[in-house]
């Protein structure tokens, strides 16, 4: 038997063999994004991590939703992805999600439903679902793996930001 000593994590020990990010490091992570600062609503860091798996399509690409505890849980920003699914999965806390239908093409808070996600599970948002920033339960800080195809945020993303409170919506436990 022959022995095998454990070094330290780094990237140019590991390089040869591929890529890592730590996805709680917030600054590090806003240095890595590929559009520079890729900090959004929330801070939502895009495409840290690309996953190869067959290069004639978009492949995977891992992003970071950093959300902050506010006092109210207000629905200020919607989404949605024409033709890609996402996946989310918190990490390090348990977060309320929301989802709903875009109405005739339009983006409101009207029809939305709220769901809380335990920490560890895995959600899949199909294409054309209304959603936007989660919310922490019981942590000041929270961070959810997003994986969704790279560049998603570029090209296949319909947006709106609330600013008129009476568009807005309250998420209660």
Known sequence: MHTIKVQALSEEAFRKYG?????TNNKQMASRTITGNGKGEGGFYADLLWLDFDRSRNNPAVCVCHIKKAEKNIVK????HQTTCEGLFPFDDDVIIF???????????????AF?????????INPLIVHG?????????????????????????????????????????
């Open 116 to 124: 809380y996600i335990p920490q560890g599970t895995f959600v899949k």
């Open 77 to 80: 920003f919607l989404e949605y």
């Open 19 to 23: 890529s890592y990010q730590d996805l």
């Open 133 to 173: 920033t989660q919310f922490p339960v019981h942590k000041e800080e929270a961070h959810l793996i997003c994986l969704l195809p790279g560049r998603t945020f570029m090209n296949d993303k319909i947006a709106r930001s609330i600013t008129d409170e009476d568009d807005m919506a309250e998420l209660v436990l």
């Open 99 to 113: 989802v709903g239908k875009p109405e005739a093409g339009s983006l409101n808070a009207d029809n939305l439903e």
